[in-house]
């Protein structure tokens, strides 16, 4: 699996798989998310500050995440486990339905920890919505922990707060390196949904 930045061609393929996504979560009776987020704007605004990428199998899309250091106002209130803000967060985590079960989101969010180790991050964050019980189940074997919740609008629950912490690299102390990527506005939630890699 080849997982790449996106680029304004893939933002209507990503479209088409969160559309999926949300038609199988609400059959699902998992509201996290709608018609109205994540929606192509957002993802056109991830892929021109750098943010977006995807997981091509055989030259076909078949997940996408973005990546940041964009973090929501309600994770101030979060006590989260490493003091350090600077963490890596990850918003709009999907797997095209057609494509779970496979170890695809997995992937993805190892990648995620590949960069957050590559910038210097000390922890990445993330929300999961509660009863999305196959992403809940995939972020704790992957060694997150949940540590408080946040409220987002047009939601009937608190989204669950998830992080994981990254050790720091022993030898010579360096100098940070610039930021994984631009941050952009998150427009409410992150995270990924129940079919989204788990």
Known sequence: MLIRLAESKDVPVVMGIVARCVRDLLAQGIDQWDEVYPDEETLREDVQSGSLFVAEQEGKIVGA???????????????????????????????????????????????AETQARRHGFRSIRLEVYPTAAAAVTLYVRLGYLRVGEVRFPRRRLAFDCMELLLPEKSGPSRAPEPKLLPATPPAGQGGMPAGGGG
């Open 65 to 111: 995440v973005a990546l940041n250091d964009e973090q929501p106002e309600q994770y101030r209130a979060v006590p989260w486990r490493c003091h350090d803000d600077r963490a890596l967060v990850v918003h709009r985590l999907c797997v095209d339905p057609d494509h779970q079960r496979h170890g695809i989101g997995r992937r993805i969010m190892e990648f």
